[in-house]
């Protein structure tokens, strides 16, 4: 790949700022199971030692009543939408002016604060929406966090030598049929599920994980992410 050519920065005469006080960046997560929820919930909780700063803060946002099975992609949207007050109860989008008055999250400064949706790219019939969940979202301000192939490959490099498994193999992430990649992992199985398991002991997908099991292995996973 071509290395860009940047401009290097001018110095900030940060002299002119003596007194103020940086704004507190919120990140709202929506995802879309139990696993990402849990992980982003233990990121958040452990902000200290994770080295966080203290300008930027974490808020999971849990699924409203009623919406706790939503997890295609375009109703994680629709969610963001209706909790920062660009749609109504009903789905109507929400005049500018009066976003504030029907944005359901406390202090939610929509100038500086960041909404995330996260899901896997390999979740069915994504395929057919994918277009309008991007122009739905960049319309809106909704970064978009896709996992590809899905939130184990993260979970994944949190352990060591990420090296010694095939790229193809991961991104192409079979399922265990008639035991032909795991001989004493359930065929419903997929490649990746079976690797965390593996290196995680207990992990099964779509339960919340043990957090503690990735907290001190966080640095690895994102070294290894480089890769």
């Known amino acids: ?13 940060y002299t002119k700022e003596a007194g103020a006080i940086p704004p507190r960046i919120r990140f709202y997560c929506v995802s879309e199971g139990a696993t990402e929820e849990s992980y982003f919930f233990g990121v958040r909780n452990n902000r200290k030692e994770l080295h966080i700063k203290n300008d930027v803060y974490i808020e ?3 699924k409203q009543e009623g919406q706790e099975t939503l997890s295609h992609p375009m109703q994680l949207v629709h969610a963001c939408l209706l909790q920062m007050g660009h749609i109504d109860d009903n789905g109507d989008p929400v005049p500018e002016n009066r976003r ?3 944005c359901k999250w406390e202090n939610f400064d929509e100038k500086i604060d960041r909404v995330c949706v996260i899901f896997d790219r390999d979740y069915r019939n994504l395929e057919g929406s994918i277009g309008t969940i991007f122009e739905i979202c960049n319309n809106h301000g909704i970064k978009i966090v896709m996992s590809n192939p899905n939130f184990e490959l993260w979970l994944l490099m949190h352990f060591p030598n990420i090296r010694q498994y095939t790229p193809q193999m991961l991104l192409e992430n079979k399922k265990n049929l008639r035991h032909q990649l795991f001989k004493d992992a359930s065929s419903n199985k997929k490649y990746l599920e079976i690797l965390v398991s593996q290196n995680a002991e207990g992990y099964s997908k779509g339960s919340k994980l043990v957090f503690e099991r990735f907290l001190r292995l ?9 890769l």
Do not use: H, S
């Open 100 to 102: 504030q008055e029907y």
């Open 218 to 226: 966080i640095d690895t996973a994102v070294e290894q992410a480089e």
């Open 60 to 62: 999971v946002v849990e």
């Open 1 to 13: 790949m071509k290395k860009l050519n940047l401009r290097n920065p001018k110095t900030f005469d």
